[in-house]
């Protein structure tokens, strides 16, 4: 077989088992890989070789590893190798620590200093006033978003959707995006949040501009930060625990249908900590 045929026969036979959000970043990964190496023949340190060319950072080489690795594995019980190469390569220790946060300050240092473009911009703000994941920004479409009410529908973990609030006061950042994302979009395009090229943002891409904004901060600055960010500014400004984990749309929040119910009393609280807070930063 063939790197495309070895990479959809794994997929294939993996695809109850892989979330429906990682298979296309399998796919991509395996893929290429697959265009710089004979995925039967590469050697151990050829792929150590490859990790350390397209990876930065800890969590993203570790993301990378576990990709091949589940890959090999997979060619290792069909016999098709003989040596895994990924069996002497070890992930990288992460140290355990309270997760990292960012500030109102540095949040506005990253907005108005960064040569990012302005779709990474707006995706760091909507992220930091919403609490959103990575995936579910990438997710996100341009319909999911009311501007009326300020608020957004979010497909999280498990296909399950909820519906997020965000700040009166970034709409104009959003608008901006939109009227700039107007010029760019490739047609068809439903993705809120688009690259250079016109179509979907991918993680990849993704976290090469978070991984160029840590260069700038002097510390890894990677999006789950931003998360952790509004929890922990969510709490400091008066939002009790079980209101903040109902907007990061943890698992044991029950949900009734495909839209977590706000109530009155959840956005009153959210709207008091988030549009109320201190205007300290020029958004976009």
């Known amino acids: 077989m ?13 695809s109850k088992r892989l979330a429906k959000s990682s298979i296309p970043e399998y796919r991509r990964d395996l893929t290429r890989l697959g265009k710089r190496h004979d995925l039967l023949l590469i050697t151990p340190k050829q792929l ?8 930065v950072g800890k969590r993203l080489t570790n993301r990378k ?13 069909q016999e098709l190798i ?5 069996k002497k390569i070890r992930s990288l220790k992460i140290s355990k620590h309270l997760p990292k946060t960012i500030n109102d300050s540095t949040y506005g240092d990253i907005i108005q200093k960064s040569d ?12 930091y006033h919403t609490g959103i994941r990575l995936e579910e920004a990438i997710k996100l479409n341009v319909v999911d978003i009311d501007h009326s009410k300020h608020q957004m529908k979010v497909t999280g973990k498990g296909d399950k959707q909820r ?16 009227e700039s994302r107007e010029k760019t979009v490739s047609p068809g395009e439903a993705a809120f949040f688009i690259d250079p090229k016109g179509v979907r943002y991918d993680r990849n891409g993704i ?8 260069k700038k901060l002097g510390f890894e600055f ?19 625990l079980a209101e903040v984990q109902v907007l990061l749309g943890h698992e044991n929040i029950a949900t009734t249908g495909i839209y977590i119910h706000i109530t009155g009393s959840l956005e009153n609280s959210y709207r008091k900590a988030f549009e109320l807070a201190k205007k300290e930063i020029k958004e976009i």
């Not at 063939?2 to 993996?14: P, Q």
């Not at 150590?48 to 990876?55: A, C």
């Not at 519906?163 to 939109?178: A, F, H, N, T």
């Not at 976290?207 to 840590?214: P, V």
């Open 116 to 127: 990012s473009d302005l779709s990474i911009l707006t995706m760091i703000t909507v992220m």
């Open 65 to 77: 590893l576990s990709v091949f690795r589940t890959f090999y594995n997979y060619l290792e019980d």
């Open 48 to 55: 150590q070789d490859y990790i350390n060319l397209v990876t």
């Open 82 to 86: 003989e040596v895994n190469p990924t």
């Open 207 to 214: 976290e090469y501009a978070f991984h160029r904004i840590s």
């Open 163 to 178: 519906v997020v609030l965000y700040p009166e006061k970034i709409e104009p950042s959003i608008q901006i995006y939109l």
């Open 222 to 240: 990677h999006p789950h930060i931003l998360r952790h960010s509004f929890a922990t500014n969510a709490i400091n400004r008066g939002m009790n």
């Open 2 to 14: 063939n790197n495309n045929e070895l990479i959809e026969s794994f997929l294939d036979y993996y």
